[in-house]
């Protein structure tokens, strides 16, 4: 069974930043799409940057593009997602998401294409 552990979120004011973590085991890390996902209250999940391991190509948001970076490390077979710049937009649960294929072009911020989910962790940008 895939687990996936999601750590560092918190609360910032605007301008700040947040890492966010994601750990899985090493089995899982190979070849897969996987990536963060963000959900408001009252607003459906989005898609905010996916990675896929296999081949190391990254997909944004149009809204993080610039500000978020998404890398992985291999050794502790965990993706992370570097927040700079956070606005008060960027407020949510964030989740991670790994899907066993490689990330859609086209498709890859559909939440319904991921297999696999963490638990979440909330991130509050205070203005």
């Known amino acids: 069974q895939v687990q996936l552990a999601e750590f560092g979120g918190g609360s910032v004011q605007t301008g700040g930043s947040l890492r966010l973590s994601c750990a899985t085991s090493?089995?899982?890390?190979?070849?897969?799409?996987m990536g963060w996902f963000r959900q408001a209250p009252g607003k459906e999940r989005e898609g905010v940057a996916v990675y896929y391991t296999g081949s190391l190509s990254t997909y944004y948001s149009d809204s993080v593009n610039g500000r978020f970076t998404i890398f992985q490390d291999n050794y502790n077979n965990t993706l992370y997602l570097q927040m700079n710049g956070l606005k008060p937009e960027d407020t949510g649960m964030y989740y991670c998401a790994a899907a066993p294929r490689p990330c859609s072009r086209g498709r890859w911020a559909d939440y319904h294409e991921y297999n696999f989910w963490g638990s979440g962790t909330a991130v509050t940008v205070s203005s």
């Open positions: 090493a089995d899982t890390f190979r070849r897969v799409c």
